[in-house]
C-alpha cells in the first residue's frame, strides 16, 4: 500500500518561514495530482494547493497567493509546501492527499491521505 507522510510542523512565530514535506513510500504510484489541505479545530477542512505529476501544473486558494508555494521532487516521491510569512491564522494541522481527478480542489476528490502535521503560529 502506498503511504503518504507529511513532516515538517511545528511551533513558529508570525512572519516565520516553514516547509512541510509529503512523502510517498511503499509501491510505485502515479496520480494526477498532489494536494495539500488544512483544518483549524471547529473548521473545515480547506484546500491550499496542488500540482500535477505530469506539466508541473499548479492551484492555490486565492488567499494564499504569494505567501505558500507548492513544488514536487518526482525522483524523491515528495511534494513541498513552503509557507512565508506566517500569520497566527494559518494555525493548523496540514494533510496532504492523492487524486486521479483532473483539476480537483475538493476534500470529496482526493482519496489518499496522509496523517498530517501540525503547524501552530504564536502572535
Known amino acids: 500500500q502506498v503511504q503518504l507522510v507529511e513532516t515538517g510542523g511545528g511551533l513558529v512565530q508570525a512572519g516565520d518561514s516553514l516547509t512541510l514535506s509529503c512523502a510517498a513510500s511503499?509501491?510505485?504510484?502515479?496520480?494526477?495530482?498532489m494536494g495539500w489541505f488544512r483544518q483549524a479545530p471547529g473548521k473545515e477542512r480547506e484546500f491550499v494547493a496542488r500540482?500535477?505529476?505530469?506539466?508541473?501544473?499548479?492551484q492555490y486558494a486565492d488567499s494564499l497567493k504569494g505567501r505558500f508555494t507548492i513544488s514536487r521532487d518526482n525522483a524523491k516521491n515528495t511534494v513541498y509546501l513552503q509557507m512565508i510569512n506566517l500569520k497566527p491564522e494559518d494555525t493548523a494541522l496540514y494533510y496532504c492527499?492523492?487524486?486521479?481527478?483532473?483539476?480537483?480542489?475538493?476534500?470529496?476528490?482526493?482519496?489518499?491521505w496522509g496523517q498530517g502535521t501540525q503547524v501552530t503560529v504564536s502572535s
Open positions: 492527499a492523492a487524486t486521479n481527478v483532473p483539476f480537483a480542489v475538493r476534500v470529496s476528490a482526493y482519496e489518499l
Open positions: 511503499g509501491r510505485t504510484f502515479t496520480t494526477f495530482a
Open positions: 500540482i500535477t505529476w505530469s506539466g508541473g501544473t499548479t
